[in-house]
């Protein structure tokens, strides 16, 4: 089958300070308002520490500082994009990306996907240019991989 007869998928737009992610709709468990995170002693500068979510506490990270940049100051319009964990070993099974507003539902198609340097980081898959801006698809591998590591 060509790329050319690949379905859109249902998407969400998380909004970033100047890009977003785009992240299947079905791994996003919720969208919440942001409360303050209980800080962790000597984290990398992307996790912001961990939120209480539902009576568990799960990681939040800044995915603007994942990738080298200053995350942005902590607003009322904040909102953490709840993500369902894809892997079986990291607990609580959830973590909490921060976005900057309320997302998009979009559709999406492999075909407008660009790979490569566009956005070069192991945090990033690939890109998309869509109509609600620049999104960004994640390395989940990689960065379900750094949040177990440092449960390890």
Do not use: H
């Amino acid at each position: 089958m060509s790329t050319d007869d690949t379905q859109p998928v249902r998407c969400m737009f998380l909004p970033l300070s100047d890009r977003g992610l785009l992240v299947p709709s079905t791994g996003v468990a919720e969208i919440v308002g942001m409360s303050p995170p209980r800080p962790i002693d000597a984290a990398p500068p992307w996790l912001l520490g961990y939120m209480s979510w539902r009576g568990v506490d799960i990681p939040l990270l800044s995915v603007e500082s994942a990738l080298g940049d200053e995350a942005p100051p902590v607003g009322v319009r904040n909102r953490v994009a709840v993500m369902y964990a894809l892997r079986d070993d990291l607990q609580p099974g959830f973590y909490g990306v921060v976005i900057q507003r309320l997302p998009t539902v979009v559709l999406a198609s492999e075909r407008n996907l660009e790979t490569g340097d566009a956005d070069a980081s192991q945090w990033i898959d690939g890109a998309v240019d869509l109509e609600v801006g620049r999104g960004l698809v994640p390395g989940f591998a990689y960065l379900e991989g750094q949040l177990a590591g440092l449960a390890a």
